[in-house]
């Protein structure tokens, strides 16, 4: 990476993590060096992500985590390219602050459409952190299912089956075809066991619900 572009790599963070409207600036920077100069983006989403993954309540990181959601509505594609460190960092998710994981799973969830690797780490994680001691890693868990049932869309015929024992659908996730249906199916599974988690938990499926729904009509019978 050239000096100058080493230089606006360097001057976007600075911005990035000043108050005020000098963030705005180091977002549009970033995003714009993110997006033109690809030799830059492996560093630039190196940077961004250990600032997300160390972020906590006392440095916020928000600003970072919605760069990332910028990224990625702006090109899925886009991120698709650093996959490998978004799995790399993937099991640090649970455990930052609960406002900046929705904006990184806002970020990540569609690239795991592409990237089954990046999809099945992330369904054995959200597992693992839905019975974590800490009560926000199991929200972040929840989230993070729901999310993936909003993009995971289902076809006409699909046919919800709550009976379907966890090796059914590893063996039904190497089907192409019902690549979404078997994602649902697990993700529904997962979901049945969060319900006999705390209020705070329970109330996060309750209310995503309508959501989902919404995004994803056909998992309705």
């Not at 690809?38 to 972020?55: A, E, F, G, Y």
């Not at 990540?108 to 952190?129: G, H, N």
């Not at 006409?156 to 590893?170: D, F, M, P, R």
Request: proline share 3%; net charge positive; with cysteine.
């Amino acid at each position: 990476m050239g000096l100058c572009y080493r230089g606006t790599h360097k001057l976007g963070f600075i911005l990035l993590d000043c108050p005020g409207s000098e963030s705005d600036v180091g977002v549009f920077i970033l995003e714009e060096c993110y997006k033109w100069h690809v030799h830059c983006r492996s560093s630039v989403m190196t940077d961004l992500l250990h600032r997300i993954v160390t972020s906590s309540p006392l440095t916020s990181g928000t600003l970072h985590s919605l760069l990332l959601v910028r990224i990625s509505r702006r090109s899925v594609q886009l991120l698709l390219s650093q996959s490998n460190k978004l799995k790399d960092n993937l099991s640090n998710v649970p455990m930052i602050p609960l406002k900046n994981a929705r904006c990184v799973l806002r970020a990540i969830v569609p690239v795991m459409r592409y990237d089954t690797s990046l999809r099945d780490a992330a369904i054995l994680i959200f597992r693992k952190s839905l019975f974590s001691k800490n009560p926000d890693s199991r929200r972040i868990a929840v989230f993070g299912l729901t999310e993936m049932m909003k993009k995971f869309k289902v076809g006409e015929n699909y046919s919800q089956s709550s009976q379907l024992s966890c090796s059914q659908v590893q063996v039904h996730l190497m089907v192409t075809d019902d690549i979404n249906e078997a994602v649902c199916t697990e993700i529904v599974l997962l979901l049945k066991r969060g319900l006999t988690q705390q209020g705070s938990v329970r109330s996060d499926i309750y209310n995503r619900l309508a959501g989902i729904l919404r995004n994803n009509s056909k998992l309705y019978p």
